[in-house]
Structure formats: structure tokens, C-alpha cells
């Protein structure tokens, strides 16, 4: 027997009201988030979190008091494991919140598995989610002594069936679109997490990886260069970010009183800043701007052909695919030579 374990890697999110502040402590003292000497880097994360730590609180507050985002990832990590068979078991290891690396390398630990896949919920790299997450286990299991043969899959910007999990959902949302105001083509906002501009400028290759998920996308879709545009959300703190702004973009499109359809393209789990930011504020933004027709496009989550992608991933890891990443070499994503790059509907970097 081969068994293999697959660990799913997410952000992680508050699981009661009292566990927002903890929570963004974690996120703010990251040294790949925070990027400071100690002891000022936990200086710095210990004041951003109490001053965010009210208006965190209160957006939880709107989805019952604490994040989905552990409950939906269970439930890909059960879709998943009922797609590869019994000899491999889907684990989850949250970067901010539990369950952290350090428990799930003890699960993992206790499976004894004769190989390892690291398989970030992170469809585009960057250094502040999959290299930070990766780097959590990587500490974790040389503490706990984990000698199993560990791989991962660094990312899958344009991978088949993530891209036609979100064609097909947003195919839907336009449908609605058209049954709402036929008579006026809809203005099509990408949105993704925002990222600083120094982590950008420092060689982080995230927007680029989230700007070939967009061409993908709006390939599968048969959109135009000029059908779409990408906003980035999420923006925290006085420092400049990576724009244009989603909701610069969605208060343009209001105004101009288009119907408006919202496409997560780097969230593949529901969580506050999709249930919330994109579903609730931005919502209120564009009608208070004129807006009439707001449709917002579920995330992938547990979608057939998201997991059948996924599940096409630990395959290949498993048969030993030169395109899966070897724990203890540096992702060449971070290098713009990333083999997922070579995946089909992925353009030419």
C-alpha cells in the first residue's frame, strides 16, 4: 500500500468574535505580511490588531459571528478525498487560525504516509500565502520529524478545471444578468485580493498570476480584451496597493448605469471578504452610486470540475510529474518560471 496524504493550505479565518483580534495578530506578525525586524514586527502587529480588531469584529458579526472558511474547506477537502480513493487521506492546515500546521503535522504524523502533497487553496502564488504557508509546514514537520517524500503543487493560475468551474458560474451570473436588463450589455469587474505595492515591486509574482486566470477565464468565456476588467479588493492600511481599486471600478460602472457582474478569481472558499466586502459593501457602494443590477459570482468551492482539478493535480504529483514543485527547492514561481505556466489555456508568460 502507497498512502498518500494531501494537505489542503488556507488562510484561515476567526472562528468566534473573540478570536478576531488573536487572529489578525497572527496575520499582521507573519513575517512575510509584516516584512520588520522583531521584536518591531510584533510591536507593529500587536497595534494594527487591536486598532483592526473593532471593525474586523463587526464584520463578522454579519455572517453569524465568525468565518466559514474552516467549514468550507472541509468540505472540498471531503469532495476531494471521495475523488482519489482509499489509500489517501485530504488533511487542512490553516495559516492564521486553527488548525495550524503544527496539529495537522501531528495528524499527518500519526497516518504515516509514504508521500506528502502540499496543495495550497491558493490558485496564483505569491509570498505573503503560498510561500508563507508552505514555509509554516516546512518548520512544523522538520520539528515533529516527518521523513515522508513531500511535494507541491506551488500553483494553478490557468488550470482546466478551476477555469471551467468559473466559466460556468459566471456564465449563470450573466444569464441572470440578461433576464434583469436585457437591453444593456453588463460591465465584467475580475476581483482578487489586493497585494502592497513594495511586496509587487519586490518581485512577487501574484498580479501576473492572477492576470493569466483573468485571460484564461475571459478566453472560456469568449470575451474581448475590452469585455473585462480586474480590480483588486481588500485594501488595508495607508500605504500604497496594486490597483485599479474594485470599487473605483464598480462605482464607474454604477454611474454609468451598467449592470455590474462581480468575478472572484482568487477566493476558491466563501469567507468575509466575499460574503461581506463583495456581497454587502460593495453591494450598498454601487447602489448608492446609481447601481441597479448587482450580480456577485459564487467562488469555485466545491464545484465538480474545481475538484476534479485538484484531484488531476495529486495524480500527478503522485506519478512523479515534473511540473509539481520537490519540497527544499525554491519555487520558480517566484522567478517567472513556473511549470504550471505550461498547463493548457495558460498564455505564454
Known amino acids: 500500500m502507497n498512502r498518500l496524504a494531501v494537505v489542503l493550505f488556507n488562510l484561515g479565518g476567526p472562528d ?47 455572517i453569524g459571528g465568525g468565518s466559514p472558511l474552516l467549514a468550507n474547506t472541509q468540505a472540498q477537502a471531503a469532495a476531494l478525498e471521495s475523488q482519489l480513493g ?46 508563507s504557508s508552505l514555509a509554516a509546514w516546512t518548520h512544523a514537520a522538520r520539528g515533529a520529524g516527518i521523513s515522508a517524500p513531500t511535494r507541491a503543487v506551488c500553483c494553478y493560475p490557468a488550470e482546466e478545471g478551476f477555469i471551467e468551474a468559473m466559466a460556468d458560474l459566471a456564465r449563470e451570473g450573466l444569464a441572470e444578468i440578461r433576464r434583469r436588463r436585457p437591453d444593456r450589455a453588463p460591465r465584467i469587474i475580475f476581483t482578487a ?30 470575451l474581448g480584451d475590452g469585455d473585462w476588467e480586474l480590480g483588486f479588493q481588500s485594501r488595508v492600511g495607508p500605504f500604497a496597493w496594486v490597483g485599479p481599486a474594485t470599487d473605483e471600478l464598480i462605482v464607474a460602472a454604477a ?20 460574503l ?50 520537490a519540497i527544499g527547492h525554491p519555487c520558480s514561481a517566484a522567478a517567472g518560471r513556473c511549470p504550471q505556466l505550461a498547463m493548457p489555456h495558460a498564455p505564454s508568460p
Open 193 to 222: 485580493h489586493g497585494l502592497p505595492m513594495k511586496i509587487a515591486k519586490s518581485g512577487d509574482p501574484y498580479v501576473e498570476r492572477v492576470d493569466i486566470t483573468c485571460r484564461a477565464l475571459a478566453a472560456a468565456l469568449g
Open 255 to 274: 454611474e454609468e448605469k451598467r449592470p455590474i457582474l462581480l468575478v472572484p478569481v482568487a477566493f476558491v472558499s466563501e469567507h468575509s471578504e466575499t
Open 16 to 62: 468566534s468574535l473573540v478570536a478576531v483580534e488573536p487572529f489578525l495578530y497572527n496575520l499582521f506578525s507573519d513575517p512575510a505580511i509584516i516584512r520588520l525586524p522583531q521584536p518591531l514586527r510584533w510591536v507593529i502587529a500587536r497595534l494594527i490588531s487591536r486598532r483592526r480588531a473593532p471593525v474586523a469584529r463587526r464584520i463578522y458579526e454579519q
Open 86 to 131: 482509499a489509500e489517501t487521506r485530504v488533511f487542512i492546515a490553516m495559516r492564521y487560525w486553527i488548525p495550524f500546521s503544527d496539529e495537522t503535522v501531528r495528524q499527518v504524523a500519526s497516518y504515516r504516509p509514504d508521500q506528502i502533497l502540499l496543495l495550497p487553496l491558493y490558485p496564483q502564488y505569491s509570498t505573503t500565502t503560498t510561500e
Open 276 to 325: 461581506v466586502e463583495l456581497d454587502i459593501d460593495y453591494r450598498k457602494l454601487a447602489e448608492a452610486h446609481g447601481g441597479e443590477v448587482y450580480v456577485r459570482v459564487p467562488v469555485v468551492g466545491t464545484h465538480p470540475a474545481f475538484i476534479a482539478g485538484l484531484a488531476r493535480s495529486v495524480r500527478q504529483a503522485r506519478a512523479g510529474d515534473a511540473s509539481i514543485l
